[in-house]
């Protein structure tokens, strides 16, 4: 069965492989006589399903042993107030702001601390980053809140700022939700990352949070059990019921891309030489065209999420119309900021990309 190429931001795509496989395993998981969802969490069975996944996803993203991957819930929105719950101590906490998602993080952090704006974007309406080197960081921040990836705006971090370098002594806290495992990422420079699954590595309920060990016990004293980082780390991700499904779901993924290979790479590095090829193969057509624009700065834009706009937008209803037709869906762009958006992550294979831009070379054909 072909089928259609599916651009949606998230929850997005699974790997066709792993959504056959979890349809064999649906009724039975290996014999157990119970499928996943039926599972007790503390059971023999869901357990090697859950230490699986923490192990795959460890050896995948280069995890070092001196960090805790937690397995939670509630997505990357309620990690905006759960971090600050659990590292600001109600003290300062430094936001460098590139767009939506880190605009929503400074906003919800000012429930439980003192926020302080690093640096913004927002005059060039988020089509660039801040150069690290104007940022007005604090001398007594409890942290640095970044989102390396914009979903909406298209803006990604093509490197790590050295906070140490800037005069910083803060732990840098990442939100890299829309583009976990399409890239490394030198855990040097990190202190926590935090993100929902549902974009890059499986389906929504899942929160992925990796945490320095020794920033954990310094949870407020009205922060939720289920959400203070020490107890869940101390507890295995089983402090409370987690989100068994989709820890299943991600784990068949963390295997998939494990599976992966790309120029003699395998694995993340693999992910990130296929990543590369589709972004440049986009971003080159949208360049030289005469209907389509993409307003992000060369030197930040997203692999993962490639915003762009007709000039004409008369024709946008025309443009996905057409674009459904041909079996490409959900390219209609965030209702915040409008136009298109093309959501490729590690799921969407060249032949996506490929199909997008021959649909957008013919459309733009005929409205010439």
């Known amino acids: 069965m072909t089928r259609p190429f599916n651009f949606s931001a998230g929850p997005a795509a699974i790997p066709d492989a792993v959504l056959i496989q979890a349809a064999s395993e649906m009724l039975d998981w ?5 499928g996943v969802m039926e599972m007790s969490h503390r059971g023999k069975e869901f357990m090697s399903i859950y230490e699986e996944a923490e192990a795959d996803l460890r050896e995948l993203l280069a995890v070092p042993a001196h960090f805790k991957i937690l397995f939670m819930q509630g997505g990357g929105i309620a990690e905006n107030a759960i971090v600050p719950l659990n590292l600001s101590q109600e003290g300062t906490v430094d936001f460098v702001v590139t767009g939506s998602w880190s605009q929503k993080s400074f906003k919800e952090a000012a429930q439980f601390c003192s926020p302080h704006l690093a640096a913004s974007a927002q005059s060039t309406k988020f089509t660039t980053v801040p150069s690290p080197a104007a940022w007005q960081l604090s ?3 409890s942290y640095v809140h970044i989102c390396t990836n ?3 705006d298209g803006v990604e971090y093509h490197a790590l ?30 202190g926590l990352a935090f993100g929902g699954a549902q974009k890059n590595l499986g389906p929504a309920g899942l929160t992925l949070v990796v945490v320095r060990e020794d920033l954990l016990g310094n949870a407020m004293k009205h922060c939720p059990s289920a959400f203070n980082y ?17 820890i299943y779901i991600a784990g068949l993924v963390f295997k998939w891309l494990k599976a992966q290979t790309e120029n003699g790479m395998t694995g993340v590095a693999a992910m990130e030489q296929r990543n590369m090829a589709k972004a440049k193969l986009l971003y080159d057509y949208l360049d030289q065209s005469q209907l389509y624009e993409n307003r992000v700065d060369t030197s930040c834009r997203s692999r993962m999420n490639i915003p762009f ?8 209803d025309a443009f996905l119309a057409g674009a ?17 958006r093309a959501s490729i992550y590690n799921a969407m294979p ?19």
């Open 150 to 152: 914009e979903t909406i």
């Open 230 to 246: 020490k107890l869940v780390a101390d507890n295995g991700s089983m402090f409370n019921t987690p989100p068994t499904y989709s």
């Open 30 to 34: 290996h014999g157990s006589g119970m």
């Open 309 to 316: 706009y007709l000039r004409d937008e008369s024709r946008n």
């Open 161 to 190: 700022p050295d906070l140490k370098a800037l005069g910083s002594n803060a732990p840098l806290v990442i939100d890299f939700s829309s583009h976990v495992a399409s890239r490394s990422i030198d855990w040097s420079k990190v």
């Open 350 to 368: 060249l032949e996506g990309v490929q199909a997008l831009v021959s649909y957008l070379k013919d459309f733009e054909t005929k409205q010439a």
């Open 324 to 340: 459904k037709a041909r079996g490409l869906l959900q390219l209609k762009g965030h209702k915040s900021v409008g136009g298109m």
């Open 139 to 141: 001398g007594n921040a």
